[in-house]
């Protein structure tokens, strides 16, 4: 063990009892790998690679500063690494965002289209039913209306039928007249006939 090697051990030491609680405290925050906890993190291990860095200036250890150095690039790296592991979560978020949002309007737009359905469902039954109506009120006017031509012409035959029959006997009645006044006119020939034909006998006998 050389000489530099026993305050490089101690200042390591140091450094490592003096972070322990910080990095205690940094598990009790929310996040695995991002978030609050990995921001706090970052920021224990600059620190403690500034100190070391520091430390590595003071007691002029190039071991010190070369350590320190090699976390601060892996810091660098972390932080890189941290940066696109935020930025892939930010995007993943985004695009369940997205997907929820697209989901939610899919379900809205599924929604109205039902509704729409139903209100055309409900319109046709309407419009169904109004057909339906006009057409029993329709045929209940043609059987009122066929109703009243049938009691219409039914009076008009109970009217017709006394005055059809008194012409029927009125007809009746002339054409009996005329027979019995074409007997009478026979008769009355053959009178006159007859009452010649005793005066032309009579006439021969006288």
Do not use: F
């Not at 319109?123 to 209940?140: G, L, V, Y």
């Not at 219409?152 to 007809?171: F, H, S, T």
């Amino acid at each position: 063990m050389t000489i530099r090697t026993v305050p490089r051990t101690a200042i390591k030491t140091s450094l490592r009892l003096a972070r322990t609680p910080l990095d205690a405290a940094s598990l009790l925050l929310p996040g695995n790998g991002s978030g609050a906890r990995s921001a706090a993190r970052l920021t224990i291990d600059r620190l403690d690679a500034a100190a070391l860095r520091l430390a590595g200036q003071v007691t002029m250890d190039p071991a010190l500063i070369e350590d320190a150095h090699k976390r601060q690039e892996a810091l660098e790296e972390r932080k890189k690494a941290a940066g696109l592991r935020g930025e892939a979560e930010q995007r993943e978020a985004e695009g369940a965002s997205r997907l929820e949002e697209q989901r939610e309007q899919a379900e809205r737009q599924r929604a109205r289209a039902e509704k729409r359905t139903q209100e055309r469902r409900q319109q046709a039954t309407r419009e169904r039913k109004q057909r339906e109506q006009r057409a029993a009120e329709a045929e209940r006017r043609r059987k009122e209306a066929s109703q009243r031509v049938e009691a219409e012409r039914a009076q008009q035959i109970a009217e017709q039928e006394p005055k059809q029959r008194l012409e029927v006997l009125e007809a009746k009645a002339e054409a009996q007249g005329e027979r019995e006044e074409a007997l009478t006119e026979q008769d009355e020939a053959r009178r006159l006939a007859a009452a010649a034909s005793r005066a032309k006998e009579d006439r021969k006998e006288d």
